[in-house]
């Protein structure tokens, strides 16, 4: 949404407010989106934001918290008439108020569960049995489901029945005697099916699901490689537990590339917005891999004094050592990024970590020859000493071998060891290359040279 176009709802929901012509405003308010109610909120003080969500519709006021921070939506409900507060989860999502609950203090949360519908109640606790980053975690419990035997005509007065309480009526889940999921049917199919016809001979029993126990990153990852718009979630013995849907996926989605960015730049990710984190929760999520980088590049100048007499008795060579570094990190980068990402899609995993090797050999060997060719030409026009070319060019070679390798194959260790793949991000590949391309350069400078 355009900021011009809010700035226009809140200079007409700020006249109505100091006119306190609260009729007008609720009828205002009902046409706008719940996105743009958010919005509005976050443009007021307190008293203010207290009527507009008085004033809104129930259904509209809840989806609209959902776009608000955790905090800021239990300041809301526990501020607002009580009543209010009470309509208002009783038209959130299960998995919303789950969410809530587990993001805020114990003590918070037993204020909330307190205005929540009793009939949820149970099921809202079920959902806080899961981790919030899994795929029960995110799941949601607003679905529809029918038994195998029943017949279309029994699903459509099912469906009537239950269908205006649940969110997600896209599609009917079948389920036999004890819950197994065992078929899907859409709505469209539903209405145009021979009203007598049994479920189970119409219904697709080739369905795709999520264990409740996966990564919400594979649940992502899933609905993304089948362009799914909802994702059964079924527990270990395949019985359905809930459903995940685009729009939760989305905000999934959005968290891992968020923390895996925050990775890539050697930092902790962050659990809330740049400008809302304090100046030690800045501090504290990057001194740590500062720190760890900076003992481990010092091992770059234990390697330099230990070769003192290499470049004491040629300090040409010193001219080299800034870009042979930044060329291994910068090839060592590129083959880490390409492969994080290949398994953040799923497009690679740690079984072709053969392949991957074999691949990266090959590749960083064909590009160690074209950079070995220029780089031994510049090295001779800069000292002069077809030597010093061949001392650069075999080295630019070995170590773009060695740091692509590098860079491909840590990823996939750390996926091994249960690691996120994002960990071994630019700074510490290139701090790594760093030292390997030092060890390497002086060693073969010693070899052409003759040095003792």
Not at 91 to 106: E, Q, T
Not at 185 to 205: C, G, T
Not at 418 to 442: E, K
Request: net charge negative; charged share 20%.
């Amino acid at each position: 949404m355009e900021q011009r176009n809010i700035d226009f709802f809140r200079g007409t929901v700020e006249d109505m407010l100091e006119a306190r012509n609260y009729e007008a405003l609720r009828d205002y308010l009902s046409e706008l989106h719940p996105y743009e109610i958010a919005s509005l909120l976050e443009e007021f003080e307190e008293p203010e934001q207290i009527t507009i969500l008085s004033l809104t519709p129930p259904e509209t006021a809840a989806e609209a918290l959902e776009h608000l921070d955790y905090d800021d939506q239990y300041r809301l409900l526990d501020h607002s008439d009580k009543a209010v507060a009470e309509a208002i989860l009783a038209a959130m999502g299960r998995d919303a108020i789950a969410d809530l609950l587990m993001a805020i203090h114990p003590n918070k949360a037993q204020q909330i569960m307190a205005m929540v519908p009793e009939e949820d109640l149970e099921s809202i606790k079920y959902l806080m049995t899961y981790p919030e980053d899994s795929a029960g975690g995110i799941m949601s419990l607003d679905y529809i489901q029918a038994r195998e035997y029943w017949t279309i005509e029994q699903v459509i007065r099912h469906f009537r029945k239950v269908g205006q309480k649940q969110s997600i009526a896209n599609y009917i889940y079948i389920v036999d005697a004890i819950g197994k999921l065992v078929g899907v049917l859409s709505l469209k199919e539903l209405l145009l099916n021979d009203p007598k016809s049994l479920v189970s001979d119409v219904m697709h029993k080739n369905i795709i699901t999520v264990l409740a126990t996966a990564d919400q990153e594979e649940a992502a990852r899933v609905m993304s490689q089948y362009d799914l718009m909802i994702l059964p979630v079924v527990n270990g013995q395949g019985r359905l537990v809930g459903v995940i849907t685009a729009d939760d996926i989305m905000d999934v989605i959005e968290e891992e590339d968020t923390e895996d960015i925050h990775r890539l730049g050697g930092s902790q990710p962050l659990e809330l917005p740049y400008l809302e984190s304090s100046l030690m929760t800045l501090f504290s999520k990057r001194i740590g891999w500062l720190v760890f980088l900076f003992v481990v590049q010092a091992v770059t100048s234990n390697i330099l004094k230990y070769y003192e007499n290499v470049l004491s008795s040629v300090v040409t060579l010193a001219f080299f050592i800034p870009l042979l570094a930044d060329v291994g990190g910068n090839s060592g980068t590129q083959a880490s990024s390409l492969i994080i990402r290949a398994l953040a899609l799923g497009e690679v995993t740690v079984k072709d970590i053969a392949v991957i090797l074999f691949k990266e050999l090959r590749v960083s060997g064909l590009i160690g020859i074209v950079m070995g060719f220029i780089g031994y030409f510049f090295a001779w026009a800069i000292s002069g000493s077809a030597t010093i070319g061949m001392i650069v060019a075999c080295t630019l070679i070995v170590v773009l071998i060695m740091s692509s390798t590098i860079g491909a194959i840590l990823p996939i260790l750390g996926r091994m060891c249960r690691v996120d793949p994002a960990v071994f991000s630019a700074p510490f590949i290139t701090t790594v290359v760093d030292i390997t391309a030092l060890t390497v350069y002086f060693n073969i400078a010693i070899r052409l040279l003759n040095i003792d």
